[in-house]
């Protein structure tokens, strides 16, 4: 069965998590590889990048297949392996399933008129935006290798993503109820903004979809959706607040120790 959380919200439980992820992942036991394969793809269009993702996670369910055979027959198991793919896209809009087509504000021609496309995709959650200068993450991995438990995930990569933006002097957090990274997330601030939307599918353990996090990002394409369904907080982005402009890769290469620290992974180029 895959299980699709809704990037637009959480459980309550999610509350008492963050003391539990700040700690990392207890080291790799047999049969866990804890080994992520990286690939920095740049700036390539969405579809064939979402047909990428699938081909790596069909090559996934397909080792973990044999495995369940292997258990019954006594056999050796293979290890599955985990991948991370780093990328910009262009103009985009995609809709998961749980998402209102009439989130989006722009017919087919307006859309060709902005340069965007629009899809609608198998992950949970309503509707988002990929563009030049916004860095996107999709992690491939088996959650077996690692813990199985889909929300503690979605934690981990918030938790990248806090101490990331932490790195360039900024305090960002959770807000409850609704996945993702914020700005004045805490409770009755004047402008809570949104740096960070996820959306992922997990299909036996093993994930899909992932992080977008704004950059160097024209905002001005989120005036054209209700991000996420919300309709009363903002997005922003790393350049609108630094006040200039940083480099995709270098944020991509400093976020990966993080993810290595909270994963217990250690990240390797494909």
């Given at each position: 069965?895959?299980?699709?959380?809704?990037?637009?919200?959480?459980?309550?439980?999610?509350?008492?998590?963050?003391?539990?992820?700040?700690?990392?992942?207890?080291?790799?036991?047999?049969?866990?590889?804890?080994?992520?394969?990286?690939?920095?793809?740049?700036?390539?269009?969405?579809?064939?990048?979402?047909?990428?993702?699938?081909?790596?996670?069909?090559?996934?369910?397909?080792?973990?297949?044999?495995?369940?055979?292997?258990?019954?027959?006594?056999?050796?198991?293979?290890?599955?392996?985990?991948?991370?793919?780093?990328?910009?896209?262009?103009?985009?809009?995609?809709?998961?399933?749980?998402?209102?087509?009439?989130?989006?504000?722009?017919?087919?021609?307006?859309?060709?008129?902005?340069?965007?496309?629009?899809?609608?995709?198998?992950?949970?959650?309503?509707?988002?935006?990929?563009?030049?200068?916004?860095?996107?993450?999709?992690?491939?991995?088996?959650?077996?290798?690692?813990?199985?438990?889909?929300?503690?995930?979605?934690?981990?990569?918030?938790?990248?993503?806090?101490?990331?933006?932490a790195d360039y002097g900024l305090s960002a957090g959770r807000i409850a109820g609704l996945t993702g990274v914020w700005l004045d997330f805490a409770e009755g601030a004047p402008n809570p903004r949104k740096i960070c939307a996820m959306g992922v599918k997990c299909s036996r353990w093993v994930t899909m979809h992932?992080?977008?996090?704004?950059?160097?990002?024209?905002?001005?394409?989120?005036?054209?959706?209700?991000?996420?369904?919300?309709?009363?907080?903002?997005?922003?982005?790393?350049?609108?607040?630094?006040?200039?402009?940083?480099?995709?890769?270098?944020?991509?290469?400093?976020?990966?120790?993080?993810?290595?620290?909270?994963?217990?992974?250690?990240?390797?180029?494909?």
């Amino acid at each position: 069965m895959d299980l699709l959380p809704n990037p637009c919200a959480s459980p309550a439980s999610v509350a008492t998590l963050p003391d539990l992820i700040v700690a990392p992942t207890p080291p790799a036991t047999a049969g866990q590889n804890r080994r992520v394969l990286v690939q920095r793809l740049g700036l390539v269009a969405y579809e064939p990048t979402w047909a990428y993702q699938e081909e790596l996670l069909a090559k996934t369910l397909a080792i973990k297949a044999q495995n369940r055979q292997a258990e019954e027959t006594g056999s050796a198991k293979l290890l599955t392996d985990n991948y991370l793919l780093l990328c910009q896209h262009p103009h985009v809009y995609t809709l998961g399933k749980s998402g209102k087509p009439e989130h989006l504000l722009l017919d087919e021609a307006q859309l060709a008129q902005h340069g965007a496309t629009f899809h609608r995709i198998n992950r949970g959650g309503d509707i988002t935006y990929h563009g030049p200068g916004q860095l996107v993450g999709y992690p491939i991995l088996d959650l077996d290798n690692f813990f199985t438990d889909i929300h503690r995930y979605l934690r981990v990569l918030e938790e990248a993503i806090i101490r990331l933006l932490a790195d360039y002097g900024l305090s960002a957090g959770r807000i409850a109820g609704l996945t993702g990274v914020w700005l004045d997330f805490a409770e009755g601030a004047p402008n809570p903004r949104k740096i960070c939307a996820m959306g992922v599918k997990c299909s036996r353990w093993v994930t899909m979809h992932g992080f977008a996090l704004n950059l160097n990002t024209d905002l001005t394409y989120f005036g054209h959706i209700v991000p996420c369904g919300i309709t009363d907080k903002a997005v922003t982005s790393l350049q609108q607040e630094l006040g200039h402009a940083v480099s995709v890769e270098e944020v991509q290469e400093r976020l990966l120790p993080h993810l290595a620290e909270l994963l217990g992974a250690e990240f390797c180029t494909m």
